[in-house]
């Protein structure tokens, strides 16, 4: 069965936390008794943040940060010192207390109080089943600094508070079921179409009824066509270019009309002359050969006189484009390797400092490692 939501006891909630502040902006670690009073979620970041800091932990009390300041100027006030006889910060709870309260969704009800004499600003939050704290009740959710907006935040009265927020949600309930209801369209329904229209009408910029024109190409197609022909137009001037170290060019020896051959056709020739001129009883013979050679140019011209690819063919660019592209990755990956390197000595680094190792021992080690590499290579 849930429990009724009655008013707070500020005294009991809020004595312990006014008696803690002044020593909160000095000690790292809240007192163990008020904890139960924070709310869980409060209770939670006061103990995980301050375990892990040595910063005092009042500012773990604000969620925002930029009132932090004005927090620990209120605190050092005089008024928050204890009294020398009861040891509790005197407090008139009837008339020095302003209460409102505002419930900001079906689960979460909260409660403002203002100490005007000291400047505080704390908001209380009703927790449903907290057994840290004690079962249902109202716990500490932010402890703040007045900034003016106390009188308009909420109600006076718990029953106000729920009489606002039920007008407020049955209003928004009523809002959304007239639009929805107007001229018979619904919330879920797109009404500006023409924007998605128009975005994928860019797509199609020629009308279907004449195919024979061709669609113009989007901006994006139009420059990843023009810089592949940048690209090669680029490698086609290595096509007309004559290797320094190679004086011999078949395109210039065709058109003077002497095919040679890197087969030695020129002295073989001029050997077999001076072999007739010196036999004369061949000559027959070799007029015979040289007609059966006439006779059938095909077979003794392919067989006699191979010729080599051209200088100025496709082959040059291409070589050009295969060293320049592994001259290129041949550096990215040089880059990526470095890159690699810097990344895990910066790790190895963060995980020394992280296990208490210092600087210059972490170089030790390094220096170390070095030397042993040395070693390595050594015995490569």
């Known amino acids: 069965m849930q429990t009724a939501i009655v008013p707070p006891n500020s005294q009991q909630l809020l004595a312990p936390l006014l008696a803690s502040l002044p020593a909160a902006s000095i000690s790292p670690e809240p007192p163990t008794a008020l904890l139960p009073l924070l709310s869980p979620i409060l209770r939670q970041r006061v103990q995980l943040l301050s375990a892990s800091s040595q910063d005092p932990w009042l500012s773990l009390l604000c969620y925002d940060s930029t009132n932090t300041s004005r927090l620990e100027q209120a605190v050092r006030s005089e008024g928050l010192e204890p009294h020398p006889v009861s040891g509790e910060v005197e407090v008139d709870w009837e008339y020095d207390v302003a209460i409102r309260y505002k419930r900001i969704d079906e689960e979460t009800l909260q409660a403002q109080v203002s100490l005007r004499e000291f400047g505080l600003n704390i908001k209380l939050v009703w927790c449903v089943g907290d057994e840290i704290g004690g079962g249902d009740g109202w716990r500490i959710g932010e402890v703040s600094v007045l900034d003016g907006s106390e009188t308009s935040w909420g109600g006076k009265t718990i029953p106000e508070a729920e009489d606002t927020f039920k007008a407020r949600h049955s209003q928004t309930t009523i809002?959304?079921?007239?639009?929805?209801?107007?001229?018979?369209?619904?919330?879920?329904?797109?009404?500006?179409?023409?924007?998605?229209?128009?975005?994928?009408?860019?797509?199609?910029?020629?009308?279907?009824?004449?195919?024979?024109?061709?669609?113009?190409?989007?901006?994006?197609?139009?420059?990843?066509l023009r810089a592949h022909a940048d690209e090669d137009s680029y490698y086609a001037q290595y096509a007309g270019v004559q290797a320094a170290m190679d004086n011999h060019d078949p395109d210039e020896a065709q058109q003077n009309g002497d095919v040679e051959t890197s087969l030695g056709r020129d002295e073989i020739a001029t050997e077999l002359q001076q072999h007739l001129s010196s036999?004369?009883?061949?000559?027959?013979?070799?007029?015979?050969?040289?007609?059966?050679?006439?006779?059938a140019p095909t077979y003794t011209e392919e067989i006699l006189h191979p010729r080599p690819a051209s200088s100025t063919g496709s082959s040059g660019s291409d070589t050009v484009a295969k060293l320049e592209r592994r001259a290129a990755a041949s550096h990215q990956s040089e880059v990526g390797i470095k890159q690699h390197i810097s990344t895990s000595m910066k790790s190895l680094y963060r995980l020394a400092r992280v296990s208490g190792i210092d600087r210059d021992e972490f170089e030790r080690l390094v220096r170390t490692e070095l030397d042993c590499l040395g070693l390595m290579d050594e015995d490569d």
């Not at 959304?176 to 879920?188: A, F, K, V």
């Not at 036999?279 to 006779?295: A, Q, V």
């Open 175 to 224: 809002h959304l079921d007239t639009h929805h209801n107007t001229n018979g369209t619904s919330l879920l329904t797109p009404e500006d179409d023409g924007d998605d229209d128009d975005y994928w009408a860019q797509y199609d910029r020629t009308p279907s009824r004449t195919p024979a024109k061709h669609s113009p190409a989007p901006p994006a197609l139009e420059n990843d």
């Open 279 to 295: 036999h004369p009883e061949l000559n027959s013979s070799h007029s015979t050969w040289s007609r059966s050679r006439d006779e």
